[in-house]
């Protein structure tokens, strides 16, 4: 009746005795054949090293490492490139890890498999609390052979392999990061020195513009106008003076030539050359029609007249009439104060001209003061983009440097063998007496599988609790157990009892 109700512990425990053999008799079987099994499995040994890593020696504040990696990414890196086919195959060379006939059956990288899955790499998972931010303490490497002097042999090469690729790997992290950097460095060092080459040219090319000084030119503009005013001034000034000594020099020659008997042609053509200067600047200043312009063209053609008339005369007379022609003091004196303007007027004209293209100079400057600014940020930005990044690569650069001496003289992280690999006195695999109780397990389960296959095709009735969930209906009477002799049930009365066909609920209705 298994399976048609709910079943209490008591009626569990009933089960259980009675199919006690068809759950034990499984349950040894199976124990046996595993525990046998376990037998024809050749033994397995397992060689083990601890290696711990070392921080760096010297304190990171004064040498930053250069390598920051993990040791999980490191380790699985070093795991792929020690466990590669080109690794391991001087291992089944060198030691006798296959017989020679398995070497010539079995293809090689089916042996290089085999041996790549006895070798186990595993971190040393660091306690919570103690350090876990400094990364993984350490990690064990195992290696797993049926001889376990090869199995200690293999463990101790494996572990050898993973502190040298360990060593040559940092080093050549460090070379490469130092030798990256110097060329980074070159880079921007050439750049640095074309910025430096534009921003030399650009202060030769717009000097006397540059931003700060607007102020210093604005005051020699300043200055400069003050001085060209005070030129013009002294220019007209003296204009006004050698008109006034002009007029008055002609004034005195008139009055003088006057008084004078004959003429002397070299005194004459002495005045003639002084009226034809006189003429030449008149004429640059007037008009032709001005009537200093009208009188002085008037007095050349008189002294051209008289020197004609000169030359016509004897040369007795004509010695005669020079000594009598020598100028009195003041039309000298004139005519010396005349030429003194002269200079005057020429020299502050120049200077005229020059303050007036100084001027115009620093105008120019002072316009193109802002785009010339403009210009000069942007050369400068990139200037100082390119020198920051210039220090900081130079800055970069030296901690690599020291970080790459580090590692040669071998005071960086390192890994140190805490235990070397051991000689296994025991064999690792097959663990018998685990075989034996999953045996032992697995037999239970299959008896306990067969004894409840057992129960649910087992059609008879035990006590009132089976007839009630068979009929459904209430039980009004039970028939008594008859006892034998020795107050055993009677085997004759239970059989029959297991016997009894009860009606269907059909036939009952019919009842």
């Known amino acids: 009746m298994f399976g048609h109700r709910e079943l209490t512990i008591e009626e569990y425990l009933e089960i259980a005795r009675r199919r006690i053999w068809v759950i034990v008799i499984p349950a040894v079987l199976v124990c046996a054949g595993s525990f046998g099994y376990s037998l024809s499995i050749q033994d397995q ?17 004064f040498v930053p490492p250069v390598i920051t990696d993990e040791l999980n990414q490191r380790l699985g890196t070093m795991r792929e490139q020690i466990l590669s086919r080109s690794r391991l195959q001087p291992l089944i060379d060198r030691y006798p890890l296959f017989s020679e006939r398995e070497k010539a059956q079995v293809p090689l990288e089916d042996l290089i498999d085999r041996l790549r899955q006895a070798i186990k790499v595993t971190p040393v998972q660091s306690l919570p609390g103690a350090g876990g931010g400094q990364g993984l ?48 460095l070159d880079e921007a060092k050439a750049k640095l020195d074309a910025e430096d080459a534009r921003l030399a040219e650009f202060k030769r090319r717009y000097i006397g513009q540059l931003p700060g000084q607007e102020q210093t030119n604005l005051n020699l503009l300043m200055g400069l106008s003050t001085q060209l005013e005070a030129v013009t001034q002294m220019i007209n000034r003296a204009q006004q003076e050698k008109s006034f000594a002009e007029t008055q020099l002609q004034q005195q020659l008139v009055a003088w030539q006057s008084t004078q008997i004959g003429t002397n042609p070299r005194t004459l053509q002495d005045e003639l050359e002084l009226r034809k200067r006189q003429l030449i600047d008149l004429q640059a200043r007037y008009t032709e029609n001005h009537p200093d312009v009208t009188h002085l063209k008037q007095t050349i053609a008189d002294l051209e007249r008289r020197i004609a008339e000169a030359e016509a005369l004897p040369p007795a007379e004509s010695k005669v009439e020079s000594s009598r022609l020598i100028e009195p003091p003041q039309i000298q004196q004139l005519r010396n104060q005349i030429r003194q303007l002269d200079l005057t007027i020429r020299e502050k004209t120049r200077e005229q001209e020059r303050l007036q293209e100084q001027i115009r100079i620093y105008q120019a400057r002072v316009q193109l003061s802002p785009m010339v600014e403009q210009q000069y940020k942007e050369l400068t930005r990139d200037y100082d983009t390119a020198q920051r990044f210039y220090n900081e690569l130079l800055a970069k650069k030296a901690q690599s440097e020291m970080g790459q001496a580090l590692e040669r003289d071998q005071q960086g992280e390192q890994f140190r063998v805490m235990d070397p690999a051991n000689l296994p006195e025991r064999p690792s695999y097959p663990n018998r007496l685990q075989f034996a109780l999953g045996g032992l397990l697995a037999g239970l389960v299959l008896g306990g599988g067969i004894a409840v296959l057992l129960e649910m095709r087992d059609k008879s009735i035990r006590n009132e609790r089976d007839v009630q969930a068979l009929l459904g209906l209430p039980t009004l009477a039970l028939l008594p157990v008859v006892q034998e002799a020795n107050n055993k049930p009677s085997r004759f009365w239970k059989k029959k009892v297991t016997q009894v066909h009860l009606p269907s609920p059909a036939q009952q209705a019919r009842v």
């Open 45 to 61: 040994y397992t060689s083990q090293t601890l290696v711990l890593v070392e921080q760096q020696k010297v304190p990171d504040r």
């Open 137 to 184: 303490p350490g990690f064990y490497i195992s290696f797993t052979w049926s001889d376990r002097h090869l199995a200690q042999q293999i463990c101790q090469q494996i572990t050898s392999m993973f502190m040298e690729e360990n060593l040559k790997w940092r080093e050549s992290r460090a070379q490469q990061t130092t030798a990256f950097l110097q060329k980074q």
